[in-house]
């Protein structure tokens, strides 16, 4: 396993993308591009608990880190979730400081948190590897919550000082729609917004996180002084990719 929550703290940049298509497959080829860190989405990706557990098994094959966004903050499903062996967690909608401890609460063991514990699972290699992974699973685990409305960033700064929150990941798309202007990602107000959620996380020793659509905007994410970037999705590339192929085979006729 590849435990990154040391790096992403220390303000490395970790770089990653989204899997939505809830394919083992395109999970394995992602696993091995060269990304630090894979987000398996069960909240608008296409699969369902099974396909994230084939997902974990392909994203062995690679280096990434295998991070498990849910689509809420949900105790049983994170608890089966991590017991597949994710190694992060993503926590969407989450707008205030306790609703960041409650997601917290359920990713740590007692007596740190209310994580039920199972020596026979996958994320302990069905028991051979419990003792290494109970004692460092409290420490290593990453804990993503997502910034996705104007309250949440309002909150930025009493999210960013929970203990064992580790990155405050901007939803682009769903703070826009939140601030009443859809996509507008250069807006002035929705740059602010941005710029708070970054000096929020600075001063409590935070990561921020954000999802870009291509490199380029990933780059201004930097510069902006987010660390934890991802860029595109396995959907998004197929998509484009065939119609690049179909529209260039219907340039032949």
């Known amino acids: 396993m590849k435990w990154i929550r040391k790096d992403v703290l220390a303000g490395k940049v970790v770089f990653g993308t989204f899997l939505n298509l809830g394919s083992h497959i ?39 880190t295998p991070v498990v966004r849910l689509g809420w903050n949900d105790r049983p499903l994170m608890k089966r979730i991590l017991d597949l062996g994710a190694l992060g967690i993503m926590v969407p909608f989450i707008n205030t400081a306790e609703a960041a401890r409650e997601a917290t609460t359920s990713l740590q ?52 000082a929970v203990e064992r929150v580790d990155v405050l990941f901007v939803g682009p798309m769903d703070l826009s729609v939140s601030m009443g202007m859809p996509r507008q990602f250069d807006h002035p107000e929705f740059r602010e917004k941005l710029l708070a959620v970054v000096s929020a996380c600075k001063k409590h020793g935070k990561a921020a996180g954000i999802l870009a659509p291509n490199a380029e905007v990933a780059a201004q994410f930097l510069a902006d002084g987010f660390t934890f970037v991802a860029a595109g999705s396995d959907g998004a590339v197929v998509a484009s990719g065939l119609a690049s192929i179909a529209q260039a085979l219907r340039s032949t006729r």
């Open 26 to 64: 395109t999970a394995e080829i992602a696993a091995q591009a060269g990304f630090d860190w894979v987000l398996l989405d069960l909240e608008h990706g296409a699969g369902e608990r099974t396909e994230v557990l084939r997902q974990l098994q392909a994203v062995e094959a690679g280096g990434a």
């Open 109 to 160: 063991y007692p007596p740190q948190g209310e994580r039920g514990t199972a020596v026979f699972c996958r994320a302990t290699r069905y028991g051979v590897e419990f003792d290494r992974y109970f004692a460092e699973a409290n420490e290593e685990l990453l804990s993503v919550v997502q910034i996705e409305t104007l309250e949440a960033v309002e909150n930025a700064e009493a999210i960013a």
